[in-house]
């Protein structure tokens, strides 16, 4: 299942269940030549940090191996927060995702009814634009 585990972690990392976070500035910050005053509202993106090249080479290519040995450096694939505010029921949620692979590949056999179906990254988690029909077929040597 370690293989089952990286797909899993690639999903995520391409479309995570958490698009971002609101934090308040406790003093005055500045980053990247800006000054962010106290008490103002900052927005950080989970896609920014995990489409980023400098901690995932070629960002937009599904490639499960990115999680193999060590994986990601630290609080670069934070699909669930990280620290003390990280969703406390991030593990429950990625063992129920290798829990429904496992018995959806094991027992059918899936076929998209829209092929090249296109995926929509505008708002909310990444999705197919026509929700990805699909029919699928019990594999006949697994008793049901």
């Given at each position: 299942m370690k293989y089952a585990r990286?797909?899993?972690n690639e999903v995520l990392r391409l479309a995570p269940p958490?698009?971002?976070?609101?934090?308040?500035a406790i003093q005055d910050i500045t980053y990247a030549g800006?000054?962010?005053p106290k008490g103002w509202k900052v927005y950080w993106s989970v896609s920014s940090t995990h489409k980023d090249p400098k901690y995932f080479p070629s960002p937009e290519k599904f490639d499960p191996t990115r999680f193999e040995g060590n994986g990601p450096e630290p609080f670069t694939f934070i699909p669930f927060g990280g620290g003390p505010r990280m969703c406390p029921g991030n593990e429950y949620a990625r063992q129920l995702l290798l829990v429904f692979m496992y018995h959806s590949v094991r027992k059918y056999r899936w076929e998209k009814l829209i092929p090249n179906e296109k995926i929509n990254?505008?708002?909310?988690?990444?999705?197919?634009v026509n929700g990805l029909p699909i029919k699928l077929y019990p594999h006949s040597d697994i008793k049901q």
């Open positions: 990286n797909v899993v958490v698009h971002g976070f609101f934090r308040e800006f000054t962010i990254f505008d708002y909310g988690p990444a999705a197919p």
